[in-house]
């Protein structure tokens, strides 16, 4: 069964500094993976989305990479501001489960301004 | 387009009763997931629709719980009879193909079962 892990499960960074958020799952025979962000009663807003062929996928100040064979992605925030205080989930679509993306429990992230 | 479109935002009800879940994909996407989420369990995928068929209703926890997709721009998700542990945020998403494209997620429905 597929796991997918994300620690720490909260994170705190003072305004400017780089966020690193990290996620893991267990099976590597993946379709793709993708990011996301939860604001605080709101639905969630797709970020990234890396195929399992890709090693990275950018946009702005966010970076997302994929490392399939250790079952790692990595996403990196830029010059991290308190507007990007949030929860922010992975997800992934393995292939033995058809189309159904497995969530991880999320990295909830204050940034103190 | 704007965007995956669920209804009502807030429900509360009371135990016993009937609940209809509605959502509304982006339009052109061929498949259609209700995920519920739950502070203990997070995320969970409880059904999803490919072309309006039921695909995998494996994470559907009983049978009160029931969905449906008569059309390829309405789907609902109805819980008969309601019980308070029913009470969760419910996630409609939608997608083109979910292999090879992003998953898009509606604002939710709080249900509330008292």
């Known amino acids: 069964k597929q796991e997918v892990t994300q620690i720490p499960a909260a994170l705190s960074v003072p305004e400017g500094e780089n966020l690193v958020l990290n996620c893991s799952f267990t099976d590597s025979a993946i379709y793709n993976l993708q990011w996301f962000r939860q604001d605080p009663g709101k639905g969630l807003t797709s970020l990234l989305l890396?195929?399992?062929?890709?090693r990275e996928q950018t946009s702005g100040r966010l970076n997302a990479s994929l490392d399939k064979s250790s079952g790692r992605s990595t996403l990196y925030i830029a010059a991290s501001q308190p507007g990007d205080s949030a929860t922010y989930l992975c997800a992934v679509r393995i292939k033995a489960a058809g189309n159904k993306l497995t969530f991880g429990g999320g990295t909830r992230v204050l940034v103190k301004p | 387009d704007a965007g995956v479109i669920q209804s009502p935002r807030h429900e509360v009800t009371e135990m016993g009763q009937e609940v209809t879940l509605r959502c509304k994909p982006i339009?052109?996407?061929?498949?259609l997931f209700w995920y519920r989420q739950t502070m203990m369990r997070g995320l969970e995928l409880l059904i999803y629709?490919?072309?309006?068929?039921?695909?995998?209703d494996s994470g559907m926890p009983e049978d009160r719980f029931s969905a449906k997709m008569p059309n390829a721009s309405f789907s609902t998700l109805k819980i008969q009879p309601s019980e308070p542990r029913d009470s969760a945020v419910y996630f409609c998403?939608?997608?083109?193909?979910?292999?090879?494209?992003?998953?898009?997620f509606g604002q939710g429905t709080r249900l509330t079962v008292v």
């Open positions: 629709f490919n072309n309006n068929v039921p695909i995998d």
């Open positions: 339009s052109g996407h061929d498949y």
């Open positions: 998403a939608s997608s083109f193909n979910p292999g090879i494209t992003e998953a898009f």
């Open positions: 890396i195929q399992s062929s890709q």
